[in-house]
């Protein structure tokens, strides 16, 4: 399965396929809240918990285990094929996306800005704080304190625009391929 490349690293992707053979959901809520003595603000979440057991093409059986916001709706007999995603060399991986083989819908599993987070494509790294501390001493040498301070804040400004545009950039170059990835999956009547 074609893997993803960007700056020099690679996702790989590949899948796991069999029937459904059991499913079962619950739900879960997440109540959080907080304020003061004048004002109280109460938020909940609610994820689905689904688990269904795959019959696989090898004879074995598998426990698949989901949670979100959103759940795909699967019943016994179901052909399903998974798409997974992992760093080349690393053993964790995620699920991308799953391909309904009888009804043939694609549901999104992980978000392409999720996958994004997971594999740590542009987090700030602190190089931003150091290059502006870097303009404010130079700077500060050869004029004033508060010209120093005005290009330290625009570094550091133009260093998060650019690093948006980047992450914006790879989510959607992530989410083409995911997308195309899993219309294939979808056509193969194989799978």
Known sequence: ????FYKKREIEFFTTTGEVISSSKYSETH?????SHNHV??????????????????????AIQLCSRRTPALRPGQKITILNS????AK????????????????VLMSPEDLRRCYGFYRPKGRSILLAIIVFFLLVQYGTVSDAMFFSVI??????VLRLASAQDVVKKLTNH???LSEELRQ???A
């Open 31 to 35: 109540v959080s809240g907080g304020g």
């Open 41 to 62: 603000s109460v938020a909940s979440t609610t994820y689905t918990n689904h688990e269904f057991w795959l019959s696989k093409e090898d004879g074995t059986e598998e």
């Open 155 to 160: 570094t550091l400004v133009f260093s998060a």
């Open 1 to 4: 399965m074609k893997s993803f």
């Open 188 to 190: 193969d009547t194989t």
């Open 92 to 107: 964790r991986y995620f699920y991308t996306s799953l391909i309904n083989h009888n009804t043939k819908d694609i549901d």
């Open 86 to 89: 992992n760093e080349k060399g």
């Open 178 to 180: 995911i997308e195309e």
